[in-house]
């Protein structure tokens, strides 16, 4: 994959000097989920660059450039102002096949008529992939995925003891949501990963077949003593998503799994007994 930088020099602007608060995720035993200050600090830069304020009227600009000139206080040619100084050699990360971003400088104002705060590098060279949103395992599990149909043959009725019940479900299943995060719009793929059956007497079977109906005895059960009994399938999730600013479209794993669950009708586990007779009625 191949990401193209970021246009070095390329002064983009925005209002108000104090960006609102990043929204911060929890996961669902209520562990905030911290995010970087890099991914923060790319939000406000992309919140301010959408704001579109006149020049005079700015109170922060933002600018990507590889570093202020090393012989002297000032940014590289292009850009006018004073710079913090630089803190000695910048280290390129490696991105494999990406190119990375060059760093992000800002500066503010108190107002339109105050003078200019010296820039100051405000995200450092950076890899492309890193100003992407993580799609988390709460996210993933926030989803409405659909359980896959359960079946049971025979499929109505009583089941016999000691006779095989087959269970399956739907072969090739794949579940596609559109949603967003942080402002990005994003492309979710789950796939069942996982199937646990419990037959509702103690045991179950966890596989990664979906299983397949009569004649086939992929999945079966055998009850040994009669009573009620519920057949519930558990289909654990894996999951992929892409993000629609990301020029590579690469699908990226979800770090995590989700789950869904979902229960056949009760019926009872019955024993049939012979009895011998005499043919006469």
Request: glycine share 6%; hydrophobic share 35%.
């Amino acid at each position: 994959m191949r990401r193209t930088a970021l246009t070095a020099l390329t002064l983009v602007t925005a209002l108000v000097a104090a960006s609102p608060a990043l929204a911060i995720q929890q996961d669902t035993d209520g562990d905030q989920i911290t995010l970087s200050d890099t991914f923060k600090r790319h939000q406000e830069y992309r919140r301010y660059q959408a704001l579109g304020v006149a020049p005079e009227q700015r109170l922060i600009e933002f600018v990507h450039a590889p570093l202020c000139n090393v012989d002297s206080r000032f940014l590289e040619p292009g850009i006018d102002g004073n710079c913090e100084p630089p803190n000695g050699t910048v280290n390129l990360p490696g991105c494999g096949d990406d190119e990375p971003v060059e760093p992000l400088w800002r500066r503010t104002r108190t107002s339109p008529d105050a003078e200019w705060t010296r820039w100051d590098q405000y995200i450092g060279w950076i890899c492309p992939d890193d100003l992407l949103p993580p799609f988390t395992e709460q996210d993933f599990r926030s989803l409405t995925i659909a359980s896959p149909e359960a079946h049971r043959q025979p499929a109505t009725g009583d089941v016999l003891v000691n006779k095989p019940l087959i269970v399956y479900t739907e072969p090739d299943v794949e579940r596609r949501f559109r949603t967003s995060l942080f402002g990005y719009g994003i492309d979710v793929v789950a796939t069942p990963l996982e199937y646990t059956w419990d037959f509702g007497d103690g045991t179950e079977l966890t596989t990664t077949s979906p299983g397949a109906p009569y004649p086939s005895f992929e999945l079966t059960h055998d009850y040994r003593a009669p009573g009620a009994a519920t057949v519930t399938l558990t289909t654990s999730w894996e999951g992929q998503y892409r993000v629609d600013e990301d020029p590579d479209g690469e699908w990226r794993d979800i770090d995590g799994t989700a789950v869904t669950t979902v229960a056949l009708d009760p019926f009872e586990v019955v024993e049939l007994r012979t009895r011998l007779t005499d043919g006469r009625r």
